[in-house]
C-alpha cells in the first residue's frame, strides 16, 4: 500500500487493487474501495491500451512487412514484365536482324550468282569474239593470199607476154628495119638505138616481173642484183648494204620472196614519185631478226593527208602474210624511210 501510495504502477497489480477494494468494501469503507477499484480499472486499461498497443505495433509491423513483401512482389514483377518486355523485344529485333541478314546472304549470293553468270557469258562472249577475230584474221590472210598469189600470177602472165612477144616483135621489127633499109643514116641509126634500148628496157622489166628464183640464190644476192640492174633516171642512182658473214640461207623462201616483192615494191615508188637523187636499200640480220630499210632523199609526203595507195597497200599485205612489222616514216621535203622487221 506504502509503495501505491508513493505512486508506483504497473498493470500487473490489477488484482491487487481489485482485492484492496474488496478489502475496504468489506469493512464499509466504500470511498476507499471506489478509489482503489477506480485505480484497478485504470491499471486494467492502462495494460489493456498497452496489449492493444503492442498489438497494433506488431499489426503495423506485420502490416509493413507485408507491404514491403508486396511492394518488393510487384517490383520484382515489374522487373520480370521488363525483362519479359526486353526479351521480347530483343527477340523481335534479332528476328527481324536475322531475317534481313537472310535476305542480305540471298541477295549477295543471288548477286554472286549473277556475276559468275555474267562472267561465264562474257568469257564465251570472249570466247567467240577471240573464234571471230581468229577466222576474219585466216580468212583475210586467205584472201591477201589468193590476191598476192593472183598478182604474182598477173605478174608472170605480163613478163611472159613482155618477153615472148613485146620484145621478138621488137626485136623482129628492129631486124626488118636493118634488112629494108639499104643506107645507113644517123637519124635511122638513132632511132634503131633508141628501139634496141626499149626493148632492153622492156626484157629488164619482164625479168622484175618473173618470180624470183630463191632455190638457186640468197635474198642477199637476189637484192644485190635487182638494185644493180636497176633502169634509173638520169642523176639518180641506188646503194645496195648487207650484214656482212652471215647464212642469208637461213630465211625462209616464203619470207625471202616476200621482203624482195617488199623492195622492188618501195624502190618502184621511190623511182616514181619520190624525185629523189640516192635511193638505199639495207639488209640486215641479227639473231633471227631481219631488217629491210629502204630510204630515199626525195620529196616525201605528208603522212596525215596521203592515204595509202595500191603500192603501199601492197606492201603492208605482204608483210601481214609472214608476220612483218611496217614502219613508214616521211615529212614534206624530208624524204621517206620504210623499215620491215620479221622474226624468222
Known sequence: IDMLRSGYKDARDYEHYKRLADCYLAVNNSSQA??????????????FHTEQTEQLSEYSVKYQTKEK?????????????????????????????SLLGILLLGSLYARQRQ???IAVLANAANEKERE???????TEQRLTRKYIDGLESERERMATELHDDVCNSLLALEMNIRTISGEESSDLSEQLGLLSNTRERLRTLSHELM????????????????????????GMYAEYHSTENVDWNIIPKAVGFE?????????SNAVKY???ARIQVKLALENKNL???VTDDGKGFDMSKKTKGIGLHTIWQRAETIGAKVELISAPGEGTRLRVNVII
Do not use: N
Open 132 to 138: 571471230f577475230l581468229e577466222l576474219q584474221k585466216e
Open 211 to 234: 618470180p624470183p628464183a630463191f632455190q638457186y640464190a640468197t635474198l642477199d644476192e637476189m637484192l644485190g642484183d635487182y638494185v644493180l640492174h636497176l633502169a634509173l633516171p638520169e
Open 69 to 97: 513483401e508486396l511492394e518488393i512482389v510487384t517490383l520484382r514483377r515489374e522487373q520480370l514484365e521488363q525483362e519479359t518486355y526486353m526479351l521480347r523485344h530483343r527477340i523481335i529485333v534479332g528476328s527481324v536482324i
Open 274 to 276: 619520190a624525185s629523189s
Open 291 to 293: 631488217s629491210i630499210l
Open 259 to 267: 621482203c624482195y616483192r617488199i623492195v622492188q615494191e618501195a624502190v
Open 115 to 117: 556475276r559468275a553468270r
Open 34 to 47: 471506489y478509489e482503489y477499484l477506480t485505480q484497478a480499472y485504470a491499471l486494467r486499461d492502462s495494460a
